[in-house]
């Protein structure tokens, strides 16, 4: 049976193939490696040169947003495995929920529209 026969009939999910959600996976993973990897420079570079200013922290912040938009497809697509519980759902639309204010949050605070006081 393919993947594609499984999805209950009528979900939203149905419309992604599993190539699709398999691409999209394969971009949350790789900009997700690359935001660390950005993260893990902002700390050797703050812990060897405090006094440069040079920050990889405004690149972790964008890639890891990105990161975040590419796995929202990923989760729906999933989502179709999910029992038909109410508890189920209400926990998917919270995950979505805090998935879209990472997103979104990342470039607010990059660009100034959001303050981060330290």
């Not at 893990?40 to 990161?67: M, R, W």
Request: charge should be positive; aromatic fraction near 8%.
């Amino acid at each position: 049976m393919s993947m594609m026969a499984r999805i209950p009939a009528g979900h939203a999910a149905s419309i992604w193939s599993a190539g699709r959600t398999a691409r999209f996976a394969y971009a949350a993973g790789a900009t997700g490696i690359l935001a660390n990897l950005f993260l893990i420079g902002f700390y050797a570079l703050q812990a060897s040169h405090p006094e440069d200013g040079t920050s990889l922290g405004t690149a972790n912040d964008l890639v890891g947003s990105l990161g975040l938009a590419f796995m929202i497809p990923v989760a729906l697509a999933l989502s179709a495995w999910l029992s038909e519980r109410r508890s189920a759902r209400i926990i998917l639309v919270g995950v979505l929920s805090a998935m879209t204010v990472l997103t979104v949050g990342g470039p607010l605070l990059v660009f100034g529209v959001l303050a981060f006081n330290v």
